[in-house]
């Protein structure tokens, strides 16, 4: 099957939006074994969108088009795709009623200019967007059947994914049943992710699971994109190749899924009856950051402190502060963390100090990371060398610092060596 993509608005053609949607597409449909053969960007002018969609009609299969569908006067999808289909717009009436009641469940009137989004081509499918009210709708142009989409990401992927994929692949003849699956890992690179996993999906007949890659330092998606009669048929397929994944990654793989590093973080400190408290240097609260949001975490992490420089970490917890000239070292961070367990009355502390390499920006600039938790009957430290800017520096000390408390409460090896780690000779 030969798929476009359509993205329309002139923010997304000057580039001041950044054309994440499109991405999303392709990766999606990537996932599930369809293809992407053209992608076209169009500005809100009305000639140059009905050549766009008519030169998509003519060589496409199918053509899935993004944006447009709002209630302004520059959302014109609705009224081109008229146009190219030869056909009248009609209303809605059932759409009609779901954009009154959406506003009406907020105490909001709906505004007059919103009636527009429920003006579809005569003939065309609706599909269903229940978190917004740009209604999506399919019609035949040209030779393709088009699918048109709202611009709000979180819009567009609930349509993509309930509304569309399902019907791209019923149209392909393909299987009926579709599942990602998602492991979340910490620690290692991707070139040495694939060749550890490589030849896992090869006894699956027919290529119906199909392994794959994103990397978002500081961690690495590993997704197995799986097709089958319905989920009983995708579940036996995918429980080896799942078993493989786990074996060969091993400690390296944080969370599944939908769930997150922090949140298995929460959940094994819960289960421990724990109560944290942490003290950031240089990573300016992120790492608090990341836990304080989630649910539940309010009766676990009792403390978080921000340091900008040691000596003031030092003074936070109670301790003489560090002479001047003192480094970061495994002694400082396990002696903050010791401190900041008995002033915050917590079961367990974390300490997280990062001393910068002096010097300009650069590509190899570095950063060491000098951790330490501290337990009412062990203590582990973790010290590592982080290379990549600044900002690689602090993404990567406060993931550093999550996965070692991980290790830690579940009995795994925290120093276990990482790929973002050099050896510094300092």
Known sequence: MRIEVICTGDEVLTGKTVNTNFA???????????????ETTVGDE?????????????RADAVIVNGGLGPTVDDLSQEIAARA????????????ARMEAYFARRSRAMPPTNRKQAMLPAGAELLDNPIGTACGFALDI??????????????????????IVPR????????????LKRF????????????????TADGVPDGTVKLGFRAHYPQLEVKLAARGRDMDDIGHKL?????????????????????TLEGVVLEALAAHAATLCTVEMFTGGQLAARLAHLPGAARILRRGTVAPELDEAFAAVGLERAAAGERVTLASSLAVARAARRQAGTTHALAVLVALDEGAERADFA????????????????????????????????????????????????????DFETIDDR
């Open 24 to 38: 999303h597409i392709t990766q999606k449909l990537e996932e599930v074994g369809l293809a992407v053969k053209w």
């Open 46 to 58: 009305r000639d140059e969108l009905l050549l766009a969609f008519q030169l998509a009609g003519g």
């Open 85 to 96: 289909a030869g056909v009248e717009l009609v209303l809605n009436e059932a759409w009609l």
């Open 142 to 163: 040209g030779r393709a059947h088009f699918y048109f989409t709202p611009g709000v990401p979180r819009e567009l992927r609930c349509m993509l994914e309930s509304e």
């Open 168 to 179: 791209l692949l019923a149209r392909q003849g393909a299987a009926s049943a579709i599942h």
């Open 184 to 199: 979340h890992c910490f620690g290692i690179g991707e070139s040495r992710a694939d060749a550890l996993l490589a030849g």
């Open 239 to 259: 429980a080896p190749v799942e078993a493989a994944v786990r074996r060969r990654l091993g400690n390296h793989v944080v969370a599944e899924d939908e769930r």
């Open 367 to 418: 950063g060491t990371v000098c951790l330490a938790i501290a337990a009412a009957d062990v203590v582990v430290t973790r010290r590592a060398h982080l290379v990549g800017g600044r900002d690689w520096v602090r993404l990567g000390a406060v993931e550093l610092a999550l996965d070692c408390l991980r290790r830690h409460l579940q009995g795994l090896p925290v120093a276990e060596r990482i």
